[in-house]
């Protein structure tokens, strides 16, 4: 069985709504100043809080 009516354009658009492409939210590290995850550690120097640093191993080029 088939749609009575066709669904409006306006319709099916509210409804995606809520599926928008949200930005990442950034915050900058207090250490080093870098842009990070807020709750993640610095990608940069491995600062997660006063307390914890990570050891970061470097990478090796030949």
Do not use: F
């Not at 939210?25 to 990608?43: I, R």
């Amino acid at each position: 069985m088939l749609p009575a009516r066709r669904t409006s354009r306006s319709r099916s658009r509210t409804r995606r709504s809520h599926e928008a492409i949200k930005p990442v939210n950034y915050t900058l590290c207090p250490k080093c100043s870098q842009a990070k995850l807020p709750h993640a550690a610095c990608s940069n120097c491995g600062y997660v809080n006063p307390n914890l640093t990570l050891k970061l191993g470097k990478e090796e080029t030949d």
